[in-house]
């Protein structure tokens, strides 16, 4: 059985719903770790972050195990809080974002340099927001750790400008993970706007990697990476919430693959996933929302 730890923040959403706040659980890689799940159940999931002592944390801690995900690698830190967003929605579907996590208790996390709980796992997937949250120190440690050692590594660049120190930063240490990672998982929009790129450049970047993966392209659907796919996708018949578009896909993809389906088929699936997911209101939708 395949064991995958998914790295990064889970925190408190705050979403606008006709007028009033609802509050749900969410984080870019704890989406992902959620739908891996979902898409397949046969594989362990774990997630690994650090939560503090309070009620918040209390609730996010039972919402991952709720989920199907393990919660057992997740460090409690005393004193410490979650962190917090709220997204607003245009009529469109684009969401806008504002941040309450400077503090959080997710910026523990490997604090003591220590990752060997990694070990055990058959790949590890992390996130431009996985990194960008953490000291520079710590981003540099873990990058060598997982230069030592063959873990399978999946990434998604999810570029967030406001995380990170600087821009030069964040292209370096993308750059870096970029190099390192097996499987990746980068978005148009994102690479365009991290190093100011066109989708062609962008494109061309990531063929000449020579590494499997997908580059997502929202409505146009996903390009293959690494084997060559001539895929037709049909985009979302309505768009209500895109806030974890690529989340989604990322999670159906990967289950796909380590279910042992076909690059052109795990790209369908992850597809398929997205666009049902921004038919719906919030990070994870209802069990009975997705696709069969």
């Not at 397949?40 to 690994?48: G, K, L, R």
């Not at 049909?234 to 993809?253: I, R």
Request: proline residues 3%; aromatic residues 8%.
């Amino acid at each position: 059985m395949k064991r995958v730890a998914c790295v990064g923040e889970a925190m408190i959403e705050l979403s606008m719903m006709d007028g009033n706040a609802q509050m749900n659980v969410a984080g870019d890689t704890l989406n992902t770790a959620i739908y891996l799940h979902r898409t397949a159940p046969q594989v362990t999931v774990d997630y690994i972050t650090c939560l503090g002592n309070d009620t918040f944390s209390d609730s996010i801690f039972a919402f991952i195990a709720d989920h199907g995900v393990g919660n057992s690698k997740i460090k409690r830190i005393v004193d410490g809080t979650p962190g917090l967003y709220a997204i607003t929605t245009s009529p469109e579907g684009e969401r806008s974002f504002t941040y309450w996590r400077s503090n959080s208790a997710a910026r523990c996390l490997f604090s003591n340099g220590d990752f060997t709980m990694l070990e055990t796992y058959d790949a590890v997937y992390l996130s431009g927001i996985s990194l960008a949250i953490l000291p520079h120190i710590v981003r540099l440690s873990l990058l060598e750790w997982l230069n030592k050692h063959l873990i399978c590594l999946i990434f998604d660049s999810n570029y967030r400008p406001h995380l990170w120190e600087s821009l030069e930063s964040a292209q370096q240490m993308t750059s870096a993970f970029w190099a390192r990672a097996d499987i990746l998982l980068p978005s148009i929009d994102d690479e365009m706007k991290l190093f100011d790129e066109t989708e062609d450049q962008v494109a061309f970047r990531f063929s000449c990697m020579a590494k499997s993966g997908a580059l997502k392209r929202g409505k146009l659907g996903p390009l293959s990476l690494g084997i060559e796919v001539h895929g037709s996708y049909l985009p979302s018949s309505k768009v209500l919430d895109t806030t974890a578009a690529g989340d989604s896909f990322n999670g159906g993809y990967l289950g796909a693959l380590f279910g042992e389906e076909s690059q052109e088929q795990a790209l369908k699936i992850g597809h398929d996933l997205a666009t049902q997911v921004i038919q719906c209101r919030g990070a994870i939708i209802p069990k009975t929302a997705l696709p069969d």
